[in-house]
């Protein structure tokens, strides 16, 4: 059958059909392997040069490793059947990639085009020119199943099988993409536009992360040369989670995307730091300390500028030279403004020059502004400095931090609380903690613009400080973002209560809220159970959705052996997260001696086996099929926030729940 045509109704012959279909998968498939080998042959001799050559020579590799087909990932999982009289064909199959045949007719088509939309939005109340719409299910690369939704005859369509088996299938090793199942409301976010920031507030397991990247690789598709230039990011919480999501866009064939964390982009700092502390130099306010005590470094002109050149002697008076350091404070960053300095101190030079009857070019205004006396003066009134010069100075000398705060609103005690108990010898020694990267970062931009990327995805964005927002609001400031997070799943001494306020640090206003309500990761009877804690985490939100029922999935076991719940779920099909208070994580693997098991950490993202024991800190965006919870309590006492860690621990699992304690719970919980 023509894919131009509109398939004739069939349905009554379902074996027909699917031989139909898996004809065109095998159809699809052949044409894509002609593809590869198309891009295969071409050379990359047609270049000029050798530089030209290498170029072209590493993106014809990369088109040819784009067209691979990895067998075991449908080439299509969907199929529109259109009543459109447009010039698109009337039957598209909507799958990870173009693939067409020989005669460029589409045989499939790309799940981001604006023609594949329908599949993801269309409903019987507005079918968007589609008759019928085709869901594929797979075995393997194997298509074994179809299911048709009519969109032409009103009424309302029931659930998918397909796509319920799709949610409930057991998770195993790292995240996978939702293209074939993306919701109409996650649709939405993904296609928004690209100068739109959008922020997203959903409960647990709703889909914001797989909403996140599957926007960044929208976005890469619809804008790539834009974004090719500027870049596009993923900002994640730890690099645990970033491997956990690393498969996702390079499975939608985005390889080139930077995936990082707020502690990587900002520079590796961990000094320990007090809780209180930690939050009030993560405070906006700070920022306009730090350019005050950047400013402060600039001392007023007292002398003015004798410059030599041969006999003659050309001077520009010190009041000239205070006009000039006043004209330049405040309109340039700090770096530009001590390199103007100099350029228009050298021009007055000039202008003397010229006066005496000389004429000099550019060559000497620059000779002039590389000159000694030229490079004193500058280096004496606006001094070269690096941002842990700035923050050394502010953070140990309690005279300077206290100029720094004139007119800040920052009380005295709490700049008491910003000095350092115990100084550092000198700023090359001092070490830094989580939130002075922040702070550095700030200082940075300050002396010299930060270039800004296309786009950046913030993932677990309540987390962050708002110094820290600041800090990612710079890497966007000539593009956008898509924020992502839950109110009730912070845990650090900053963690935001309002969506306005992140963005507003952001510097994206104009960004928009958004909610996704249906979970689909949690059942429904664990949900519930985790959603006692909202009270007292996040008292405004409303208690989450599930989709899934998942009826005996919670059991709470109080005096039971880790040993026994572990043998109980290894039984079981699917991953398994042992999550355990971070104090016990070395106790609790000795336990387990003879049972296989990994310990996750930080920066290891190995997961040898299927059980992994799981430190508290470091559950947040994971999942797993199956989930003890050792010691809640212990959980909960372990940090200020910690029923919000617990809010995060208790909703990992996909299939089961297995509490064990021997303390008593948290009363919410009881
Ligand atoms: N439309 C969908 N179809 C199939 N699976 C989905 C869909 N949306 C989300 N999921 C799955 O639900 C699980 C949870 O998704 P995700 O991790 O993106 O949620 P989250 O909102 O970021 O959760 P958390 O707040 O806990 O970090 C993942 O396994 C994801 O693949």
Same mark, same amino acid.
């Given at each position: 059958?023509?894919?131009?045509?509109?398939?004739?109704?069939?349905?009554?012959?379902?074996?027909?059909?699917?031989?139909?279909?898996?004809?065109?998968?095998?159809?699809?498939?052949?044409?894509?392997?002609?593809?590869?080998?198309?891009?295969?042959?071409?050379?990359?001799?047609?270049?000029?040069?050798?530089?030209?050559?290498?170029?072209?020579?590493?993106?014809?590799?990369?088109?040819?490793?784009?067209?691979?087909?990895?067998?075991?990932?449908?080439?299509?999982?969907?199929?529109?059947?259109?009543?459109?009289?447009?010039?698109?064909?009337?039957?598209?199959?909507?799958?990870?990639?173009?693939?067409?045949?020989?005669?460029?007719?589409?045989?499939?088509?790309?799940?981001?085009?604006?023609?594949?939309?329908?599949?993801?939005?269309?409903?019987?109340?507005?079918?968007?020119?589609?008759?019928?719409?085709?869901?594929?299910?797979?075995?393997?690369?194997?298509?074994?199943?179809?299911?048709?939704?009519?969109?032409?005859?009103?009424?309302?369509?029931?659930?998918?099988?397909?796509?319920?088996?799709?949610?409930?299938?057991?998770?195993?090793?790292?995240?996978?993409?939702?293209?074939?199942?993306?919701?109409?409301?996650?649709?939405?976010?993904?296609?928004?536009?690209?100068?739109?920031?959008?922020? +997203?507030?959903?409960?647990? @397991? &709703?889909?914001?992360? #797989?909403? $996140?990247?599957?926007?960044? /690789?929208?976005? =890469?598709?619809?804008?790539?040369?834009?974004?090719?230039?500027?870049?596009?990011?993923?900002?994640?919480?730890?690099?645990?989670?970033?491997?956990?999501?690393?498969?996702?866009?390079?499975?939608?064939?985005?390889?080139?995307?930077?995936?990082?964390?707020?502690?990587?982009?900002?520079?590796?700092?961990?000094?320990?730091?007090?809780?209180?502390?930690?939050?009030?130099?993560?405070?906006?306010?700070?920022?306009?300390?730090?350019?005050?005590?950047?400013?402060?470094?600039?001392?007023?002109?007292?002398?003015?500028?004798?410059?030599?050149?041969?006999?003659?002697?050309?001077?520009?008076?010190?009041?000239?030279?205070?006009?000039? +350091?006043?004209?330049?404070? @405040? &309109?340039?960053?700090? #770096?530009? $403004?001590?390199?103007?300095? /100099?350029?228009? =101190?050298?021009?007055?030079?000039?202008?003397?020059?010229?006066?005496?009857?000389?004429?000099?070019?550019?060559?000497?205004?620059?000779?002039?502004?590389?000159?000694?006396?030229?490079?004193?003066?500058?280096?004496?009134?606006?001094?070269?400095?690096?941002?842990?010069?700035?923050?050394?100075?502010?953070?140990?000398?309690?005279?300077?931090?206290?100029?720094?705060?004139?007119?800040?609103?920052?009380?005295?005690?709490?700049?008491?609380?910003?000095?350092?108990?115990?100084?550092?010898?000198?700023?090359?020694?001092?070490?830094?903690?989580?939130?002075?990267?922040?702070?550095?970062?700030?200082?940075?931009?300050?002396?010299?613009?930060?270039?800004?990327?296309?786009?950046?995805?913030?993932?677990?964005?309540?987390?962050?400080?708002?110094?820290?927002?600041?800090?990612?609001?710079?890497?966007?400031?000539?593009?956008?973002?898509?924020?992502?997070?839950?109110?009730?799943?912070?845990?650090?001494?900053?963690?935001?209560?309002?969506?306005?306020?992140?963005?507003?640090?952001?510097?994206?206003?104009?960004?928009?809220?958004?909610?996704?309500?249906?979970?689909?990761?949690?059942?429904?009877?664990?949900?519930?159970?985790?959603?006692?804690?909202?009270?007292?985490?996040?008292?405004?939100?409303?208690?989450?959705?599930?989709?899934?029922?998942?009826?005996?999935?919670?059991?709470?076991?109080?005096?039971?052996?880790?040993?026994?719940?572990?043998?109980?779920?290894?039984?079981?099909?699917?991953?398994?997260?042992?999550?355990?208070?971070?104090?016990?994580?070395?106790?609790?693997?000795?336990?387990?001696?003879?049972?296989?098991?990994?310990?996750?950490?930080?920066?290891?993202?190995?997961?040898?086996?299927?059980?992994?024991?799981?430190?508290?800190?470091?559950?947040?965006?994971?999942?797993?099929?199956?989930?003890?919870?050792?010691?809640?309590?212990?959980?909960?006492?372990?940090?200020?926030?910690?029923?919000?860690?617990?809010?995060?621990?208790?909703?990992?699992?996909?299939?089961?729940?297995?509490?064990?304690?021997?303390?008593?719970?948290?009363?919410?919980?009881?």
């Amino acid at each position: 059958m023509p894919a131009h045509q509109l398939a004739p109704d069939i349905s009554n012959d379902p074996a027909g059909v699917l031989a139909a279909e898996q004809a065109h998968l095998a159809q699809s498939r052949t044409a894509l392997q002609a593809m590869r080998e198309h891009a295969q042959s071409l050379s990359a001799d047609a270049a000029g040069d050798w530089v030209s050559r290498q170029v072209l020579q590493s993106l014809l590799d990369k088109r040819v490793a784009a067209l691979a087909d990895h067998p075991d990932t449908p080439l299509f999982f969907g199929r529109l059947d259109r009543a459109s009289r447009d010039d698109l064909p009337g039957v598209i199959y909507v799958g990870r990639r173009h693939v067409h045949d020989g005669g460029s007719r589409p045989l499939v088509i790309d799940w981001r085009a604006p023609v594949s939309r329908p599949f993801y939005q269309a409903s019987p109340a507005d079918p968007m020119g589609v008759v019928r719409r085709r869901r594929f299910g797979y075995h393997g690369g194997a298509l074994t199943a179809y299911e048709d939704e009519p969109l032409d005859q009103g009424g309302e369509i029931g659930p998918s099988k397909i796509l319920t088996e799709e949610i409930e299938r057991p998770r195993t090793g790292p995240m996978r993409d939702i293209v074939a199942t993306i919701q109409p409301d996650q649709d939405a976010i993904v296609r928004a536009e690209l100068t739109q920031t959008v922020c +997203v507030q959903g409960a647990p @397991g &709703t889909g914001k992360t #797989a909403v $996140g990247l599957h926007r960044a /690789a929208y976005l =890469l598709f619809t804008h790539r040369e834009r974004l090719a230039r500027s870049g596009v990011m993923i900002v994640g919480p730890n690099r645990a989670f970033l491997s956990y999501i690393s498969s996702v866009l390079p499975a939608l064939g985005e390889v080139k995307v930077d995936q990082t964390t707020v502690a990587d982009l900002l520079g590796a700092s961990d000094a320990p730091e007090d809780p209180a502390v930690a939050a009030l130099k993560g405070d906006a306010r700070i920022a306009a300390v730090l350019e005050r005590a950047l400013w402060l470094h600039i001392s007023k002109p007292e002398e003015g500028l004798v410059y030599t050149r041969g006999v003659h002697r050309f001077r520009v008076a010190d009041y000239e030279v205070r006009e000039i +350091v006043a004209s330049l404070r @405040g &309109t340039t960053r700090y #770096a530009p $403004g001590r390199a103007a300095l /100099a350029q228009r =101190l050298a021009h007055q030079v000039l202008v003397r020059m010229e006066q005496r009857g000389d004429s000099p070019d550019d060559r000497v205004q620059d000779a002039v502004a590389r000159s000694k006396p030229v490079k004193q003066l500058v280096d004496a009134v606006w001094p070269k400095v690096t941002p842990a010069q700035v923050l050394f100075r502010l953070l140990s000398d309690a005279d300077f931090l206290t100029r720094a705060c004139h007119k800040s609103e920052i009380s005295p005690d709490e700049q008491e609380m910003l000095l350092w108990r115990k100084p550092y010898r000198g700023w090359k020694s001092a070490k830094w903690s989580a939130a002075d990267a922040a702070l550095l970062d700030e200082l940075a931009d300050l002396i010299e613009r930060t270039p800004s990327l296309g786009h950046l995805v913030v993932d677990e964005a309540q987390d962050l400080s708002e110094m820290q927002l600041r800090a990612l609001g710079r890497r966007c400031r000539n593009g956008s973002a898509t924020v992502l997070g839950d109110l009730a799943q912070g845990t650090t001494p900053w963690s935001t209560t309002s969506w306005n306020a992140v963005l507003r640090h952001l510097g994206q206003d104009e960004g928009e809220v958004t909610e996704l309500t249906l979970g689909f990761r949690v059942p429904r009877e664990v949900l519930d159970y985790a959603a006692r804690l909202l009270p007292a985490v996040a008292p405004g939100l409303a208690p989450p959705q599930s989709l899934r029922p998942g009826l005996g999935s919670l059991s709470v076991r109080p005096g039971a052996a880790v040993t026994d719940a572990v043998h109980e779920v290894l039984a079981r099909e699917g991953s398994i997260g042992l999550i355990v208070p971070d104090a016990l994580t070395a106790e609790v693997s000795a336990a387990l001696t003879g049972i296989p098991h990994t310990v996750l950490d930080p920066d290891s993202t190995e997961e040898e086996h299927r059980l992994l024991i799981v430190p508290a800190t470091l559950a947040k965006g994971l999942e797993y099929d199956h989930v003890i919870v050792v010691e809640p309590a212990a959980i909960v006492a372990a940090e200020p926030r910690g029923l919000a860690r617990l809010y995060v621990v208790l909703t990992r699992a996909v299939t089961s729940l297995t509490i064990l304690h021997n303390q008593p719970l948290p009363t919410a919980l009881t």
